[in-house]
Nanobody, 115 residues
Framework: QVRLVESGGGLVQPGGSLRLSCAASGSGFSRYVMGWYRQTPGNQRELVAAIASTSVPNYADSVKGRFTISRDNAKNTIYLQMNSLKPEDTAVYYC?????????WGQGTQVTVSS
């Protein structure tokens, strides 16, 4: 069983930065594709960024050049560094772990970009 706990959300002004963290419990972390998704009311959850242990990350076009996903397999943790934040980045951000017969979600953390 994998448990994911996100942290680091909050209120930030446009142009500001936030760093999200997602800590995973359980074994097998290095084998999972880890990702960040986001969701706004009335909309489907969308992929923001994803990273496997042995490949380059991939990003949604809307965040390329502004967001950076990284992982620390020794700490069972992934991060999302978000720079140059825009009001349209406002959403609940979810951490996800995917693997063979594995698809787990965290509880989400709210990110609000507003002046």
């Amino acid at each position: 069983q994998v448990r994911l706990v996100e942290s680091g959300g909050g209120l930030v002004q446009p142009g500001g930065s936030l760093r999200l963290s997602c800590a995973a419990s359980g074994s097998g972390f290095s084998r999972y594709v880890m990702g960040w998704y986001r969701q706004t009311p009335g909309n489907q959850r969308e992929l923001v960024a994803a990273i496997a242990s042995t490949s380059v990350p991939n990003y949604a076009d809307s965040v390329k050049g502004r967001f950076t996903i990284s992982r620390d397999n020794a700490k069972n943790t992934i991060y999302l560094q978000m720079n140059s934040l825009k009001p349209e980045d406002t959403a609940v951000y979810y951490c996800n772990a995917r693997g063979f017969m594995i698809n787990h979600w965290g509880q989400g953390t709210q990110v609000t970009v507003s002046s």
